[in-house]
């Protein structure tokens, strides 16, 4: 006994300082993995406390005849609400020809497609409601010009319509987020740009939308 309370006391300063180091190295274990808990916590939190957006549309009966022709846009947020979104929503009419398998394409910006907004006190999921009195009409009008415009050999043309959304918020964390979609489906920034980038230079109106013009626009044969 008397031999290890020797040898204790001679190597003192060796044992405290190795008692120092054990325990300098259990704390920052210690430390390690309690902020590998708070990050794992945070991030759950995080996620717990994020949006789920979705895009809807709608078309409603506007005249007697029972014609389907304004079409509303309603944005909702399905997930966490103490938020302050922004919506922007573009809208494109895209005209095509295809002969033979091959396709040209013109993409013009419709300005007044949706050129009312409504405060929808209902449903409180909902962030954005946008409408357009007739404009459905004037799209039907165009998509039936294009089906009844057969040209030779095998030519024939389309009409489509494309509607972008974009939301833009900021999270609990101030951290900055924005969500693409191209009609109703959600896509990467990339694919939403590259969208954008086809667009003709001019902005078009429903009042002054004609087929004709618009088709003028295609690339020469």
């Known amino acids: 006994m008397s031999r290890i309370l020797t040898w204790v006391s001679d190597n003192k300063d060796s044992i405290i300082a190795i008692t120092a180091l054990f325990v300098s190295i259990v704390t920052a274990i210690a430390v390690w993995k309690q902020a590998k808990i708070d990050k794992t916590l945070s991030q759950l939190q995080i996620a717990r406390e994020q949006p789920f957006f979705k895009v809807c549309t709608r078309l409603e009966q506007d005249t007697d005849d029972g014609t389907y022709g304004t079409e509303h846009l309603v944005v909702k947020n399905k ?61 039907h009008k165009l998509y039936m010009e294009a089906l009844a415009d057969k040209g030779e050999d095998g030519v024939y043309y389309w009409f489509d319509k494309i509607i972008l959304v974009k939301i833009d918020y900021t999270d609990l964390l101030k951290e900055k987020h924005s969500v693409y979609f191209i009609n109703k489906v959600v896509v990467d920034k990339d694919e939403y740009q590259k ?21 003028a626009l295609l690339p020469a044969d």
């Open 195 to 215: 969208m954008l980038s086809r667009v003709y230079k001019e902005d078009y109106y429903l009042s002054s939308l004609d087929y004709q013009k618009i088709k």
């Open 79 to 139: 997930g966490f609400q103490n938020i302050t979104p922004k919506v922007s929503r573009t809208v494109l009419f895209e005209m095509s020809r295809n002969r033979n398998g091959d396709k040209d394409s013109i993409l013009v910006k419709v300005a007044d497609y949706f050129n009312y907004t409504e405060t929808d006190n209902a449903d409180d999921e909902i962030i954005y409601h946008s409408l357009g009195r007739g404009n459905n009409r004037v799209f």
